[in-house]
């Protein structure tokens, strides 16, 4: 009952009260951005959501479209503004996602929705987690992010899916707000492979793809 019905409606009811109460800080960052990144305060990317169904996720823009002489985009590192910086270690730049939330996207909690281009490097069991909206936080956000392996992500994401359920939830949330207020969520490892990577050093037979 709670995942088919209910779930979706405590989405509805948390996003648009959750925008209401954070409107002024939104919009304070909107103009904010406005100025810094010449009037395109938010990012835009496609990304896979409930079977595998592509939505465009909305971020507030971290970084500027600075390029080089050869018109390629810089790194990442010289792209990054201070207040995209600072945004990205309080997470403030998720807030638009709460407009996902409110389209059907997204979840408050699921799976975080990855880059379209990994689709191809999913095993048959790791599928499972497009099988529900993909979250603002998940299981595996609030579990290490960034210093947990690929796999140790996915099979998270497959765990959450399989024991989805308010309690669940709730726990996940009350975590989140803790790792958010910490910052613990901002660890970087600079060795993670890229899930391309990954997929493409494992031989065919343990390779991805539908069943």
Known sequence: MYKVIFKRLTDLLVAFFALVILSPVFIIILVLLSSVNQGKPFFFQRRPGRNEEIFSIIKFKTMTDEKDAHGNLLPEARRTTKIGEFMRRTSLDEIPQLINVLKGDMSLIGPRPLRV???????????????????????????????????????????????????????????????????????????????????????????????
């Open 117 to 211: 281009h990994y689709l191809p490097y999913y095993t048959n069991a790791e599928r499972i987690r497009h099988s529900v909206r993909p979250g603002i936080t998940g299981l595996a956000q609030v579990s290490g992010r960034n210093s947990l392996s690929w796999d140790d992500k996915l099979a998270l994401d497959i765990t959450y899916v399989k024991n989805l359920s308010l309690l669940l939830d709730l726990k996940i949330i009350l975590k989140t707000i803790k790792r958010v207020l910490s910052s613990e969520h901002t660890v970087y490892d600079p060795n993670m492979l890229d899930l391309d990577e990954l997929r493409k050093s494992l031989p065919a037979s343990e390779s991805a793809g539908p069943a």
